[in-house]
């Protein structure tokens, strides 16, 4: 079946830097993939959308100069944290879409990227 | 989006089968019903999806009410991996996915 790749699993750093999370496609391409955060004991909030070869589309409230998100090819997507602070210490996961025969576009998720910014 | 409902929280044992309800009521037409659970510390995973027609596949089976304003996800044999967290997402093609709070499914051995 259809495998999203993210990495790094898990990195922390310090305040102040930047960090880059990167998220494939393994045996299917994606024009468009999801950026979602999650907070301890919340659900999942999306971030943003990333489109192959143009800008990515950002949900309301979230900084677009503070997560960047480059889509360069049909199987990687990055989202780097730019001058991270300890209130950007999240999970963070990827998905891009993996079924468009139904109709339905079921995603296919990565095992999620934990962010501790010290 | 179309508002879904469903427990906060159930359990089972180990071995018994699940049935896990959620409500749907302003489903649109052209919503599919997706579920996908949440595994600890992991990122979500697909678990079935269906328009109108009940579904069966390997993980699950789905019931969906002849109105669609509700539908259950049924896990035959609860084992101690379907512990996980699991939402119930209507959807249209086109449009993102947005997770609610969930059901949190607790097995007993």
């Known amino acids: 079946g259809a495998v999203v790749s993210q990495h790094p699993s898990w990195v922390i750093c310090k305040s102040g830097t930047s960090v880059k999370i990167e998220c494939r496609s393994l045996?299917?391409?994606?024009?468009?993939m999801f950026w979602y955060r999650q907070f301890p004991k919340q659900s999942l909030m999306l971030m943003a959308t990333?489109?192959?070869?143009?800008?990515?589309?950002?949900e309301q409230g979230v900084e677009k100069d503070k997560f960047l998100i480059n889509h360069a090819s049909l199987t990687l997507s990055t989202l780097t944290v730019t001058s991270a602070h300890p209130e950007d210490s999240s999970f963070y996961i990827c998905?891009?879409?993996?079924?468009?025969?139904?109709?339905?576009?079921?995603?296919?998720f990565g095992a999620g990227s934990r962010l501790t910014v010290l | 989006d179309a508002k879904t409902t469903q427990p906060n929280s159930m359990e089972s044992n180990e071995e018994e089968p699940v049935h896990l309800p959620c409500n749907h009521s302003?489903?649109?037409?052209?919503?599919?019903i997706h579920w996908y659970r949440q595994l600890p510390s992991q990122g979500p995973e697909y678990v079935i999806h269906?328009?109108?027609s009940n579904v069966n596949n390997r993980m699950a089976s789905l019931a969906i009410a002849e109105d669609r304003k509700s539908s259950t996800l049924i896990l035959h044999r609860a084992t101690l991996r379907d512990a996980a967290v699991y939402y119930c997402?209507?959807?249209?093609?086109?449009?993102?996915?947005?997770f609610g709070t969930g059901t949190r499914l607790a097995v007993r051995p």
């Open positions: 998905s891009a879409p993996s079924d468009g025969r139904s109709g339905a576009n079921v995603l296919t």
């Open positions: 045996d299917f391409q994606a024009t468009t």
């Open positions: 990333s489109n192959e070869g143009s800008k990515a589309t950002y």
């Open positions: 302003t489903i649109s037409g052209t919503d599919y």
């Open positions: 269906g328009l109108t």
């Open positions: 997402i209507p959807k249209s093609s086109g449009d993102k996915l947005t």
